[in-house]
C-alpha cells in the first residue's frame, strides 16, 4: 500500500492516530484540575510506565485539555544535564505574562514575575544552566535568598496567588521526571506543599519511569499522601486491537483475526510497538486486507526499525561494563530479576557490581520494582539484546 497515506505514527511522543484505553486516567486529571481550581483539595497526578507506554502522549494531550479549559500550564522536560531552575523560568515567566492580561489579576501576576527575576538572580548563583533573565526590578525579600527550598516555595505562593485572582490554577506539566535531582525534586515538592496548605491553585502533572515513586518518597517522605501514581502500562487486548484496527478502517483497510492476535502477541500491547508493527504492515501489504502473511513480512522490517532507533538509542549511551550486565539481564529472560542472579551469570560478588546497577539505574535503563530485584525500563529489551550482542 501507499507509504503516503500511511496513518501509523511511530515516534518519541507523537500522537497516535487512535489513543485508546486511557479514558479513566484523563478524566482523573480532569476531575483533579477542576476541584482545585474550585479552591478545593486535590492530589497532583504523576503518571508511572515504563519506555514505550505513552506517558509523554498522555502527558501532552492532558496539557492540550487543560489550555483549553482555560488552565495556566507550563510545560517542561527534565533532562539529566539541566536544572529545574534553569527550566523552569523561561516557560513559567511566559505563563505569567498571560496571567498578567486580564484586570483582576494583573497587579498579582506583576509581582510574581518581579519574584521570579529574584528567583533566577540568585539561582544564577548555584547553577550555570541559567541564561535566562528578567530586566525587571525585583520584589525585595522575595524568592531571592539564594536557598532553592525557600525560594522556590515563595515564588509558587506568589505565582498561586495570582491564578487563584484570575480564577484559574497554574499547572505544571513535567516530562523525564526520573531525571530530576533529588534535591531539586524535593525543593519541588515543599513548593507544592505549601501551596496545598494555603488551598493556592498549583498542581503539578508529571510523568517518569518506575523509579520515579521511590525518587519522590526519598526526597520528601510525605510526598506519597501529595501525589496519585497512576500506572500506565500496556494496552489491553480489545484496546490495543482498537489502536492497530481504527486508523486503517478509516481507510478502507481490514486486519484479519489471526493478523491482529499475531500483532497482539508480538507487541504484548505496548503502544509504541503496536505504531511500528501497522507501520511495517502498511508498507508491505498490497490490501485491502492486511493478512497474518502480510504480519510475518513486515516482521522483520518492524523489527530492524526498532533496532535501529528505540532500542539502539539507549543501549549506546551505556558503558562496555553496563553493557554486559544488561546482557547478563538478558540471558535471565524478561525480567525482573534478583541482583544475586545478574551478578552470578557475571561472574562477580553482588557488591562489585553494585555500582554498575546504581548507574544504570540513573541513566533509566532498568529499575528496582521491588528490593533486590532489578528489570528492563524498555520493554523486550532481552530480546533485542539477544540479537546485537550474541552470548559470549
Known amino acids: 500500500m501507499d507509504r503516503r497515506t500511511d496513518p501509523y505514527a511511530p515516534g518519541a511522543g507523537t500522537p497516535p492516530p487512535e489513543l485508546v484505553g486511557r479514558d479513566e486516567l484523563i478524566e482523573d486529571a480532569e476531575i483533579a484540575l477542576d476541584r482545585l481550581r474550585n479552591g478545593l483539595a486535590a492530589k497532583s497526578l504523576l503518571m508511572v510506565g515504563l519506555r514505550g507506554v505513552g506517558k509523554t502522549v498522555l502527558l501532552n494531550r492532558l496539557l492540550l485539555d487543560a489550555d483549553g479549559r482555560g488552565f495556566e500550564c507550563v510545560l517542561i522536560e527534565a533532562p539529566e544535564d539541566r536544572s529545574l531552575p534553569g527550566a523552569l523560568a523561561g516557560p513559567l515567566n511566559s505563563a505569567l505574562i498571560r496571567m498578567s492580561r486580564g484586570a483582576a489579576a494583573r497587579e498579582l501576576a506583576r509581582r510574581a514575575r518581579r519574584a521570579l527575576a529574584g528567583f533566577v538572580g540568585a539561582m544564577k548563583l548555584s547553577f550555570d544552566d541559567i541564561a535566562f533573565s528578567l530586566d525587571l526590578e525585583k520584589e525585595e525579600g522575595v524568592a531571592d535568598s539564594g536557598d532553592l527550598d525557600t525560594d522556590l516555595t515563595m515564588l509558587m505562593q506568589v505565582v498561586g496567588e495570582a491564578a487563584r485572582a484570575r480564577t484559574t490554577a497554574l499547572v505544571l506539566f513535567v516530562d523525564e521526571m526520573q531525571y530530576l535531582e533529588e534535591r531539586q525534586l524535593a525543593a519541588l515538592i515543599a513548593a507544592l506543599h505549601r501551596a496545598a496548605q494555603l488551598r493556592l491553585p498549583v498542581a503539578l502533572v508529571g510523568s517518569g519511569l518506575p523509579q520515579l515513586v521511590g525518587h519522590v518518597g526519598s526526597a520528601k517522605s510525605y510526598a506519597e499522601r501529595m501525589f496519585s501514581f497512576p500506572e500506565v502500562g500496556p494496552l489491553a487486548a480489545d484496546s490495543a486491537a482498537r489502536a492497530l484496527e481504527a486508523p486503517a478502517h478509516r481507510l478502507g483497510v ?62 549506546e549511551r551505556t558503558t562496555p561494563f553496563e553493557r554486559r550486565y544488561l546482557r547478563a539481564m538478558a540471558e535471565l529472560g524478561p525480567g525482573p530479576h534478583r541482583s544475586g542472579a545478574i551478578a552470578t551469570a557475571l561472574g562477580r560478588p553482588v557488591q562489585a557490581v553494585a555500582p554498575t546497577r546504581a548507574k544504570l539505574v540513573r541513566k533509566g535503563m532498568v529499575y528496582s520494582p521491588a528490593h533486590g530485584d532489578t528489570a528492563f525500563t524498555v520493554p523486550l529489551f532481552d530480546q533485542y539484546l539477544k540479537r546485537v550482542m550474541p552470548r559470549g
Do not use: M
Not at 491482529?260 to 509504541?272: A, F, H, Q, S
Not at 508498507?283 to 522483520?300: C, H, N, S, W, Y
Not at 526498532?306 to 539507549?314: G, I, P
Open 254 to 315: 481490514s486486519y484479519t483475526s489471526r493478523a491482529v492476535d499475531e500483532i497482539l502477541r508480538l507487541t504484548e500491547g505496548y503502544p509504541y510497538f503496536l505504531q511500528e508493527w501497522g507501520s511495517a504492515c502498511w508498507r508491505v501489504a498490497a490490501g485491502p486486507d492486511i493478512t497474518l502473511a502480510d504480519v510475518e513480512a513486515a516482521t522483520p522490517v518492524a523489527v530492524r526499525e526498532l533496532d535501529s532507533t528505540f532500542f539502539r538509542v539507549r543501549l
